[in-house]
């Protein structure tokens, strides 16, 4: 669809298994459109399902930026510095954004860690947050209630609505998370604020999906 850039496609929104597609009724019909949607899917190139990017996002773990990865730890029966191990130790598959701009859904995450919701929700959990819910783990782009086990923040702005584009992940990226010192968090936050830093992404390469 991006490819094809069809004037009737007016936004298409993916999500983990189905594609929300809204259309100009008024230039193609219903019947139409499944047509044009079945003769683009032909033309798909499986080499281009191999292309992806890794971007790697630094994150300080435990301490005020992550005030539930000791329950994280003590729910798995896992040292602190464990947990960390292993949610570092894998890629993870951006399957769609939603929630607030910019929210990513990342999956892959080893069940080791899995960690039930927070039983009441927080008002209000900072930009850059790194958390876990379930077997699921994510990063808050904004500053917003929710309910996920806050494990770590990154300094870096995955929102930006003065940026092009305004949302740093897109579906189908893949996440890798480097843990990172106070020190090099206040560094890295003052260059961001300074529109001075830059996320490390590297190529179509091999994702480390399983340890």
Not at 34 to 58: A, G, T
Not at 139 to 161: H, N
């Amino acid at each position: 669809l991006e490819k094809a850039q069809k004037n009737y496609i007016l936004e298409f929104l993916p999500t983990y298994r189905s594609l929300l597609i809204h259309y100009d009724p008024l230039k193609l019909s219903y019947d139409e459109l499944l047509k044009e949607l079945q003769n683009l899917v032909s033309l798909v190139d499986k080499e281009d399902r191999k292309e992806f990017r890794i971007l790697e996002i630094p994150v300080l773990y435990g301490g005020a930026n992550g005030p539930d990865i000791d329950f994280v730890a003590s729910h798995n029966g896992i040292s602190q510095k464990g947990v960390i191990q292993i949610h570092c130790s894998r890629d993870y598959l951006v399957y769609m954004l939603g929630f607030t701009p910019g929210f990513a859904y990342l999956g892959g995450m080893n069940e080791k860690i899995a960690t039930p919701r927070l039983e009441l929700p927080r008002i209000n959990i900072p930009a850059g947050s790194v958390g876990i819910a379930g077997s699921q783990t994510g990063i808050y782009p904004m500053a917003s209630p929710g309910g996920w086990q806050i494990i770590g923040r990154t300094p870096i702005k995955l929102y930006d609505p003065l940026a092009t584009p305004p949302v740093l992940l897109r579906a189908g990226d893949y996440v890798r998370f480097i843990p990172i010192t106070k020190e090099e968090f206040l560094r890295i936050r003052e260059l961001v604020k300074e529109d001075r830093y830059s996320v490390n992404v590297t190529g179509s390469g091999e994702a480390r999906i399983y340890e």
